[in-house]
């Protein structure tokens, strides 16, 4: 996939109606301080797209990211990336926690055109209580999801080895459906632009366009 450009489109406290909507959503979840916001520029090429910092729990409402992007064979593939607040930050007033968590659930529940969820987890530690029970959510709500470890710069080679089945085993995933990433040298960032493409193309199933060719006929 190639990223043409990108944008920051909108925030919103509930899903509603707003323009350009119908677009593919691929959306980011995961805990606070875990990296969303440098994965969105460095994925998306874009310094300062997403604004970091250094406080957990600053994304406190669904933002929307337009990007226009393409195959490499020029298809357009333009889509929405939708950033979801981080969960899990114990500071946060309780009352506060519950909006978040309402907001996450709010999106995943009614965006009728969500195709993926990026699950984002720190390599550097096993995954928290609240990681597992959001895989479980997605799970029972038969959303389709990909595990992405975040900081992979962090740790060497060798360290990753290690940590990916720790991952594996919290989260009940196969070593072959994570991805490493790192916002800081580029590290699986073609790996996710590639799943991306895959989950974004239209289907080029023969025996469906052969049925839709005869209900035409």
């Known amino acids: 996939m190639i990223i043409k450009s990108a944008r920051f489109a909108l925030s919103l406290a509930a899903l ?18 875990v990296g969303k916001s440098s994965l969105i520029n460095s994925l998306l090429g874009r310094s300062k797209l997403a604004r970091i910092s250094a406080e957990p729990g600053k994304t406190r409402l669904v933002n929307f990211y337009r990007v ?28 506060e926690r519950a909006k978040w968590a309402e ?3 709010g999106y995943l529940e009614n965006s ?3 195709k993926r969820v990026l699950q984002l987890v720190d390599i550097r530690h096993a995954p928290t209580r609240d990681d597992q029970l959001m895989v479980e959510y997605l799970r029972h709500y038969d959303l389709p999801f990909s595990v ?12 990753r080895s290690r940590s990916i089945p720790v991952i594996c085993r919290a989260l009940a995933v196969q070593p072959w459906e994570i991805v490493c990433y790192s916002s800081e040298d580029g590290t ?17 199933n023969p025996d469906i366009a052969a049925t839709t060719e005869d209900e035409l006929s």
Do not use: C, W
């Open 112 to 114: 009728a055109h969500l």
């Open 188 to 204: 699986g960032r073609e790996q996710l632009l590639s799943l991306l493409e895959s989950e974004l193309s239209p289907s080029e």
């Open 103 to 105: 907001m996450i659930e």
């Open 16 to 33: 509603r109606s707003f323009p350009e909507q119908g677009l593919p959503e691929i959306a980011m979840a995961g805990k606070s301080n």
């Open 68 to 95: 226009a992007a393409s195959r490499q064979d020029a298809q357009p593939l333009d889509f929405f990336l939708v950033d979801l607040p981080g969960y899990g930050f114990a500071k946060a007033p309780k009352a």
């Open 148 to 159: 992405v470890a975040t900081k992979a710069d962090k740790l060497s080679k060798a360290q």
